[in-house]
């Protein structure tokens, strides 16, 4: 787009990327955190 700079817009695409895949990487942590936790968790309350 003329007249503005366009390496704003390319630092904010590459900012939402970033907040994309940060999102991927907590999700995936979160689901590999609740997995072993309900493992640990299991033989304690069978």
Request: charged share 20%; hydrophobic share 45%; net charge negative.
């Amino acid at each position: 787009m003329p007249g503005k700079p366009t390496h704003i817009s390319f630092s904010l695409q590459f900012y939402d990327m970033f907040i994309d895949c940060l999102k991927d990487i907590i999700e995936l942590a979160k689901s590999e955190i609740l997995n072993d936790g309900s493992r640990a968790i299991a033989p304690v309350l069978t």
